[in-house]
Nanobody, 123 residues
Framework: VQLQAFGGGLVQAGGYLRLSCAAS????????MGWFRQAPGKEREFVAA????????YSADSVKGQFTISRDNTENAVYLQMNNLKPEDTAVYYC?????????????????WGQGTQVTVSS
């Protein structure tokens, strides 16, 4: 499966963005989908994951109550709604697909990656 993330941009603190990840290829519904982010000078970190049906989600403690992951298997897409953005949310955000048991929280458990989209939150 090929993934393309988009929807990033520059936003003021307190604002919101909705990231999208479009998938091409077969059997999108077979994959657990996730979002990761990498801030400048830091390692890439897990943000959120969603199971194949969309009924189960899991988020990192740092974004719980702030970010929401969702998916639409009819559109082969996964989304990340980010609210009340803070400067520390500034990062390149990546979507990823996994065949590992839910929830996969590490990079090595993901099979496919998108190219990343930049999110910059100004104070």
């Amino acid at each position: 499966v090929q993934l393309q993330a988009f929807g990033g941009g520059l936003v003021q603190a307190g604002g919101y963005l909705r990231l999208s990840c479009a998938a091409s290829g077969r059997n999108f519904g077979d994959y657990v989908m996730g979002w990761f982010r990498q801030a400048p000078g830091k390692e890439r970190e897990f943000v959120a994951a969603i199971n194949w049906s969309g009924r189960s989600t899991y988020s990192a403690d740092s974004v719980k109550g702030q970010f929401t992951i969702s998916r639409d298997n009819t559109e082969n897409a996964v989304y990340l709604q980010m609210n009340n953005l803070k400067p520390e949310d500034t990062a390149v955000y990546y979507c990823a697909a996994s065949t590992a048991p839910f929830p996969p929280q590490t990079e090595d458990r993901h099979n496919y990656w998108g190219q990343g989209t930049q999110v910059t939150v100004s104070s």
